[in-house]
T-cell receptor, first 114, second 113 residues
């Protein structure tokens, strides 16, 4: 199994509070991704990174920011959480952007915003 | 734009039944196509993939053929097992988009003994 961990695994927070989710990898892969999973929507890309300090937006980036100061860590921040951000968040990593390289997914973080 | 449409679930089958989960896509150019599986409480795992037209991906008894003429990548298995119960996601990747995946909504499969 690819070495990907996510923390926390579960979190309950209140509307308006900041929240940071962490993705940590031990594979030294260049590409990292944050997705959210919602019923009826599958997985949707929030942000991704193609190297240290190199990030870009995905299709549902509003209300989220990311940072990558080290190869192994990719942080997702909700500056002011809203109930619409209640979801399961998955981190993924990939050695390259080529489709010949598999994306490996972490175990997920279940976030509930009350 | 890029999108994936897969059949609505849930799908409920008896053990040893034949499985088909339909997937069609819209994409510019020549995408790569994937099926991912998510077992309860876990993250997604790659099940199979195909990177060009007429390629067949296969793994664990599952198969899917990349059909460019019908823009489809249907997942099939001849004889399902209880252990195949999971959510299955079809996805595509366009080579110019830094490896990002576009997912379908997922299809819940439940297999009864």
């Amino acid at each position: 199994d690819a070495g990907i961990t996510q923390s926390p695994r579960h979190k309950v927070t209140e509307t308006g509070t900041p929240v940071t989710l962490r993705c940590h990898q031990t594979e030294n892969h260049r590409y990292m991704y944050w997705y959210r999973q919602d019923p009826g929507h599958g997985l949707r890309l929030i942000h991704y990174s193609y190297g240290v300090k190199d990030t870009d937006k995905g299709e549902v980036s509003d209300g989220y920011s990311v940072s990558r100061s080290k190869t192994e860590d990719f942080l997702l921040t909700l500056e002011s959480a809203t109930s619409s951000q209640t979801s399961v968040y998955f981190c993924a990593i990939s050695e390259s952007s080529s489709s010949y390289n598999e994306q490996f997914f972490g175990p997920g973080t279940r976030l509930t915003v009350l | 734009g890029n999108s994936v449409t897969q059949m609505e679930g849930p799908v409920t089958l008896s053990e040893e039944a034949f499985l088909t989960i339909n997937c069609t896509y819209t994409a510019t150019g020549y995408p790569s196509l994937f099926w991912y599986v998510q077992y309860p409480g876990e993250g997604l795992q790659l099940l199979l993939k195909a990177t060009k037209a007429d390629d067949k991906g296969s793994n664990k008894g599952f198969e899917a053929t990349y059909r460019k003429e019908t823009t489809s990548f249907h997942l099939e298995k001849g004889s399902v097992q209880v252990s195949d119960s999971a959510v299955y996601f079809c996805a595509l990747e366009r080579g110019s988009t830094l490896g990002r995946l576009y997912f379908g909504r997922g299809t819940q499969l439940t297999v009864w003994p």
